[in-house]
């Protein structure tokens, strides 16, 4: 069974410049989340999917951060402008369902570094 | 509000040496569901266990051991005999079918050496 995969594995970008990073889940999953994590941090949420419906975008900067999800499969999230606090490794997980009873299996994530 | 502590930052042992990484957490949820994630050098976050709040059998798979006490709010990761391979950042994890998302804690980075 293939995996979650993203693109691109890296990406250096100067401040206020655009970035666009993609995400394809698990065949069969429903729900697609997309995680931040800051050197020496645990992941923190940005947006969860169900499908092609936004279930949680609380911690997601919008002024700058945007995600979709096209016919409930594939993902993409942008930040426009890009700050150098945005270098992070943003990593995508998808899961069967949402919620507790099934495990989230996570993509390799994409290093972006702001100088 | 839910939340994960893991207050050892970083762990540093001899191979062959038992491990134990500690996790506490928080939440005001009756259901809940606790994990346990590797991410090792190449970045992916590999699924170790999961636990609903309802299951406090401590589980054992092979060198891996959690032993899981809601009297303290803990899940505790124990590795028997560590190995080299072992070296990673472990995280643990917390979520409710309310939340949704996990939760993650700061993560313990874990160094066998041999």
């Known amino acids: 069974e293939a995996g979650v995969a993203q693109s691109p594995r890296y990406k250096i970008i100067e401040k206020r410049q655009s970035v666009a990073f993609w995400c394809n889940p698990i065949?069969?999953?429903?729900?697609l989340y997309w995680y931040q994590q800051i050197l020496g941090q645990g992941p923190k949420l940005l947006i969860q999917?169900?499908?092609?419906?936004?279930?949680?975008d609380s911690q997601l900067p919008k002024d700058r951060f945007s995600a979709e999800r096209l016919k409930g499969v594939d993902s993409t999230l942008k930040i426009q402008p890009a700050k150098l606090e945005d270098s992070a490794v943003y990593l995508c997980?998808?899961?069967?369902?949402?919620?507790?009873?099934?495990?989230?299996?996570f993509g390799q994530g994409t290093r972006l570094t702001v100088v | 509000a839910q939340k994960v502590t893991q207050a050892q930052t970083e762990i540093s042992v001899v191979e062959k040496e038992d491990v134990t990484l500690d996790c506490v957490y928080e939440?005001?949820?009756?259901?809940?569901?606790l994990f346990w994630y590797k991410q090792p050098p190449s970045g992916e976050l590999v699924f170790l266990i999961r636990?609903?709040?309802?299951?406090?059998q401590n589980e054992i798979s092979g060198r891996y051991s959690w032993n899981f006490q809601k009297s303290t709010s803990s899940f505790n990761f124990t590795i028997t005999a560590s190995q080299v391979v072992d070296s990673a950042v472990y995280f643990c994890?917390?979520?409710?079918?309310?939340?949704?998302?996990?939760?993650f804690g700061k993560g313990t980075s874990l160094l066998v050496t041999p």
């Open positions: 997980a998808s899961s069967f369902t949402g919620g507790g009873n099934t495990e989230a299996f």
């Open positions: 065949s069969g999953h429903a729900t």
């Open positions: 999917f169900q499908n092609n419906g936004v279930v949680d």
């Open positions: 939440t005001r949820d009756t259901t809940y569901y």
């Open positions: 636990r609903n709040s309802f299951d406090e």
């Open positions: 994890a917390l979520t409710s079918n309310s939340g949704y998302a996990l939760n």
